[in-house]
C-alpha cells in the first residue's frame, strides 16, 4: 500500500512517431507530461503503454501497446487485476496513426460508464458527442449514439438478435461460406419469399410451404416464423447493413453497402422494414411478447365492428366474431361477442353475405384508385426538403466544426433537423411502401381475386388497404329481416 492509492488508477499512452509533424516530444517527454496531467487531476497512471513508430518497417504495422491498451481498457483491469478507469495522453495525435483508431480507442475507452480521459490540455469527456466529432466527422454523432445503446445493452444484460446478423461466424442463408457469392438455391427462395411477403402472403403460409419442401436453415433446424422473419427483415437482403437497429449510413445519411452479393432490391427491403415495423408496433403486447401472425381464417374477423347504440349513446364497437350457423345460407355469421368477451351480444349478421358485398365494394374502390395512381406522378412530395436539411445540417456541422457557432446553437437545432430528417426517411420508406402495393394491385386486382391467385391473407391485406373498419348497424326489430347492405357503414382509408 502506498499513500496515493486513493487516486484514480489510469494507464497512460506515448507514441514517438517521424510523421507527426509538430513532434516535439520524445517518449521521455511524454511520459514526463502524461505524469504531470495526471498529478493534476488526482490521477495515478497504472501503467505506461509505449510505440516506437520510427522501428516500425512497414506502413501498416500493428502497434502492440495500443493495440494491449485497448484491451485493458475495454476490460476495466490489467492483466494482473488491477483496475484501470481511464487513459491519459498528450495529445489526440498520439492515438491516431490510421483511420479508425481514434474511434477504436473512444469505444474501449467509453465501453462501460464512468470512464474518465485527459491529454495535456486537460480534461476530456469522451462520451460528449462534441468532443468524438474530433474524430471522424460526420459519422462520430451516429456512432456516439451507438456507443449510447451498446452501454444501455450491456448493462441491461439483454442481447436481442433483432438485427438477423448471424451469430458463430457462420454463413447467413441465401449465400456461400465466402458470405458473398449468392447460393442460387437459397437466394431464390429468400428472393421469392420476400416478395410473397410484400404482396401480403402471411409468414405462417411460406414456412408452411418450406418446411413442406424440407428447407432447413444454415444450422440445419427447421424454419420457424421468427429465424424466417429475421433473415426476410434482415437489410443484408438488399446489401445493406444494421448496426444496433439501425442502419449503417455514411455521413450524408445513405446506406452503407456491403461488398456481397443483394437478394432483394433495397426499395423492396424497406417495403418489408415497413410492413414488418408497422406488425410489430401493432402487436407488441403489454408484456413486450409480440404476438405471431396467424392469418384469420375468415375474410372480415377484426375489420367489422358491432354498431350497436349502448346505454351512453355511442357504439358498442367490439369486433365482430365468427360462429358457425349451418342453418343459414353460407353456414356462418358475424356476431358481436358477448359482454364476457367484450362485446354486446347483440349484433349479428351472415357471413357470406357480408363478405360477399364488402369484398364488392372494396375491389370498386381499389380498382377507381389504381385508375388514379396511374395518373398520378409516384415521385415521392419530401424528396426536396430532404436533401434540403442535409444540405443544411452538413453545413450547420462544418460551421461547428470551424467553432463559427456556438455548442449551444449548435445542439439544439441539430436535433431539430435530426428529428425532421428522420421523419422524412420513414415518410419515403412508407411511400416506397405504398408504391410497391400498388405496383401489385394493378386494376387487374378482380380477376385475380377470383381466379384463386390471392390467399385469404393477401385479401385481407388489400382489405386492409382500403377499409379502416365496417360498422354492423343494428337490423332493428324482431325476427330475420333480408340481408340490407344499407345497414353496413365503411370507413375508407385515405389515398
Ligand atoms: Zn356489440
Known sequence: MTSNDHLVPVVAYARIS????????????????????????????????????????????????????????????????????????????????????????????????????????????????????????????????????????????????????????????????????????????????????????????????????????????????????????????????????????????????????PIITPKEWMAIDALFSARVRLNIKADGTVTDYRTPSYLLTGILRCGKPQGDGQICNAPMRVSARPDLSGGYVYQCPSRSMGGCGGSGRNGAKVDEYVTEAVLARLEERAAVKQQEDSEWGGAEELERLGKKQRAMLQKWQEDLISDELFFPENHKMEVRIKELRKERTEHALRAQRASKVTADV??????????????????????????????????????????????WTEG
Request: some cysteine; charged content about 35%; proline content about 4%.
Open 18 to 261: 517521424a510523421d507527426l509533424a509538430r513532434d516535439a516530444h520524445g517518449v521521455k517527454d511524454q511520459h514526463k507530461i502524461n505524469d504531470e496531467t495526471a498529478a493534476k487531476l488526482g490521477w495515478r497512471i497504472v501503467h505506461h503503454y509505449t510505440d516506437n513508430d520510427l522501428s516500425a518497417a512497414k506502413a501498416d504495422l500493428v502497434r502492440p501497446d495500443f493495440e494491449a491498451m485497448l484491451k485493458v481498457l475495454k476490460a476495466g483491469r490489467l492483466p494482473d487485476g488491477r483496475a484501470v478507469r481511464g487513459a491519459v495522453v498528450v495529445a489526440d495525435d498520439r492515438l491516431v496513426r490510421r483511420v479508425g483508431d481514434y474511434e477504436r480507442f473512444v469505444d474501449a475507452l467509453t465501453f462501460e460508464d464512468g470512464r474518465i480521459y485527459a491529454d495535456a490540455k486537460g480534461l476530456k469527456d469522451l462520451y460528449n458527442e462534441d468532443v468524438e466529432s474530433m474524430g471522424l466527422f460526420g459519422v462520430v454523432i451516429s456512432k456516439a449514439e451507438v456507443r449510447k445503446i451498446r452501454r444501455r445493452t450491456r448493462r441491461s444484460h439483454r442481447r436481442r438478435a433483432e438485427q438477423g446478423i448471424p451469430v458463430g461466424g457462420k454463413r447467413p442463408f441465401g449465400w456461400e461460406d465466402d458470405k458473398r457469392t449468392l447460393h442460387p438455391e437459397e437466394a431464390e427462395r429468400l428472393a421469392q419469399a420476400a416478395r410473397d411477403v410484400i404482396a401480403g402472403k402471411s409468414l405462417h403460409s411460406i414456412l408452411a410451404k418450406w418446411r413442406e419442401e424440407g428447407v432447413q436453415t444454415v444450422h440445419g433446424n427447421p424454419w420457424g416464423s421468427r429465424s424466417l422473419k429475421l433473415a426476410l427483415w434482415n437489410p443484408r437482403l438488399c446489401g445493406w447493413r444494421k448496426h444496433n437497429g439501425e442502419l449503417v449510413r455514411n455521413a450524408d445519411g445513405v446506406p452503407v453497402v456491403g461488398q456481397w452479393e
Open 446 to 491: 378482380r380477376e385475380r381475386w377470383f381466379a384463386g391467385d390471392l390467399d385469404l391473407a393477401q385479401k385481407r391485406a388489400l382489405i386492409r388497404e382500403a377499409l379502416h373498419a365496417v360498422i354492423v348497424l343494428p337490423v332493428g326489430g324482431g325476427g330475420r329481416r333480408p340481408f340490407n347492405p344499407d345497414l353496413l357503414v365503411l370507413r
